[in-house]
């Protein structure tokens, strides 16, 4: 069977973290492909301008403001939609943070910001998204943009609790998997790990490197978020036999 998005044509999706970097090529992408998506960020306004900009296409977007750390947000994201568009169809756990912050001498708040969102907020959304699904016997996919630090740990500045995170979305992905077997579920998940991508994440999450950082930075592979973005293509397109369960993406030259 040929790849095809034909199944998802005019059914809804929606996107955690749309407001920049991968989130906005996941949107785009599923736009052009006839997918209603509703994206939801702390920063709305970007969502609006890029609802804008996607006029006219196959599909449509719509913006929600949500902080994917505060649980309220979330379920209401969900009811908006289920009231205003139908069931969801697809679910892209994309949004994530850094923070400026360590093992050693961490501030606990950070850590929390980090777990809240790149963990907890997930498995909310995941919840919800199962919950939709079941109950309007729609065979759905969950997609978990994961990432190499959920695989293997690197040492990088402020990746510290990230890792550990990651490494939680790794868990989840197959515990996800072994639960919805269990109840003979024909939902999909996979989770999809990038290694270096050139996004906003350190500008968002608040941390600012200096030059010295900055400029080593721009010598090192690394993946356009479009690229991000057709694995997620890549595996909603497959057949509703065929699970990737985890895809693995790394630029030419990545030394890890």
């Known amino acids: 069977m040929p790849l095809s998005m034909d199944r998802w044509r005019g059914k809804v999706a929606i996107v955690t973290g749309a407001s920049a970097g991968i989130g906005v090529e996941i949107v785009k992408q599923l736009v052009d492909e006839g997918v209603l998506v509703v994206g939801l960020a702390r920063r709305v306004e970007r969502i609006e301008k890029l609802v804008k900009e996607l006029e006219g296409k196959k599909g449509k977007l719509y913006a929600l403001k949500a902080d994917v750390g505060v649980e ?12 205003n568009l139908g069931p969801v169809h697809i679910l892209i756990n994309n949004a994530g ?36 699904m079941r109950a309007n016997n729609v065979d759905g996919h969950i ?39 269990t109840i003979s579920s024909k939902i999909k998940v996979t989770s999809v790990s990038p290694g270096v991508v050139a996004t906003e994440i350190d500008e968002t999450s608040n941390i600012y490197l200096d030059a010295k950082t900055l400029e080593e930075r721009k010598s090192r592979a690394a993946l356009a978020s479009s690229d991000c973005a057709d694995a997620v293509i890549y595996a909603l397109s497959t057949s509703p036999n065929c699970q990737v369960h985890d895809l693995i993406i790394k630029p030419i030259g990545e030394k890890f």
């Open 143 to 181: 997609i978990h943009i994961n990432s190499v630090s959920g695989h293997i740990v690197n040492y990088f500045l402020y990746m510290n609790v990230y890792a550990a995170s990651k490494f939680a979305v790794t868990a989840l992905t197959e515990t996800l998997r072994t639960e919805l077997n």
């Open 97 to 132: 943070v850094l923070q400026d912050t360590n093992l050693i001498d961490g501030e606990t708040q950070k850590w929390k910001t980090i777990l809240d969102i790149n963990v907890l907020g997930l498995c909310i959304a995941t919840r919800e998204a199962v919950r939709t």
């Open 72 to 83: 309220e947000d979330i379920l209401n994201a969900f009811k908006w939609t289920e009231k």
